[in-house]
Structures are given as structure tokens and as C-alpha cells.
């Protein structure tokens, strides 16, 4: 059964910092990319970082560019978003997805539960 479990948001002042982790089990976690993604309140799910887990490389929307990094630990099978120099912006609910590489050379791709992320003074 696969699971993405997310943890790590909460309330932040702006220019603040917060991690969040994204656990997943349940696939081949080498075969996968991780995704990060945030829905604030009246907008639509907007995709912020991805990691690539064979690699490590990682790409970011330009609203978080040098501000935001993905990291991974493979002996954990998790997945790291450090965010810095937060902003009001920055508040959304903030998804866990996985793009995992299929037997039939495919992808499937799953969904964590989500994490609240508020910037607010």
C-alpha cells in the first residue's frame, strides 16, 4: 500500500523558516519523483519543487527560487522541503505527490494529505 505522509507545517512569522517531510512507503523509491505542491485558499494547486530520487536533481518554480530547497534521504525514504524567507504568499496547504515509475514503463502517481503552511504576523 503505497503512503505519502506529510508533516512539518504550522504558523510562521514572515521571513521565517519552516521543513516540511514527506515519508513515503510502499514503492520503489529510487524509481520516483517527488513532488511538492500548494493550494491557497480560492487559487488553484500550483506545483512549487520536484526532486528527481535517482539523481537528486531538483527545479523549482521561480516564486520560490532561492528560497525553497528539496532535499531527499534515501535510507529514510523521505523527501525534505526547506523553506526559507517565507512570505504571506507562501500560505497555501502544501501536497506530497510521487510520480512512480511503473513495471510497464509508465507512471502512477500518488498523493499525500497535505500539510498547513500559514505565514502571518
Known amino acids: 500500500q503505497v503512503q505519502l505522509v506529510e508533516s512539518g507545517g504550522g504558523l510562521v512569522q514572515p521571513g521565517g523558516s519552516l521543513r516540511l517531510s514527506c515519508k513515503a512507503s510502499g514503492f520503489t523509491f529510487n524509481r520516483s519523483r517527488i513532488n511538492w505542491y500548494r493550494q491557497a485558499p480560492t487559487k488553484e494547486s500550483h506545483l512549487v519543487a520536484d526532486i528527481t530520487i535517482r539523481d537528486g536533481i531538483s527545479n523549482y518554480d521561480d516564486s520560490v527560487k532561492g528560497r525553497f530547497t528539496a532535499k531527499k534521504d534515501n535510507a529514510k525514504n523521505t523527501v525534505y522541503l526547506q523553506m526559507n524567507n517565507l512570505i504571506p504568499d507562501d500560505t497555501a496547504v502544501y501536497y506530497c505527490?510521487?510520480?512512480?515509475?511503473?513495471?510497464?514503463?509508465?507512471?502512477?502517481?500518488?498523493w499525500g494529505q497535505g500539510t498547513q503552511v500559514t505565514v502571518s504576523s
Open positions: 505527490n510521487a510520480d512512480v515509475e511503473t513495471r510497464e514503463g509508465g507512471f502512477r502517481d500518488y
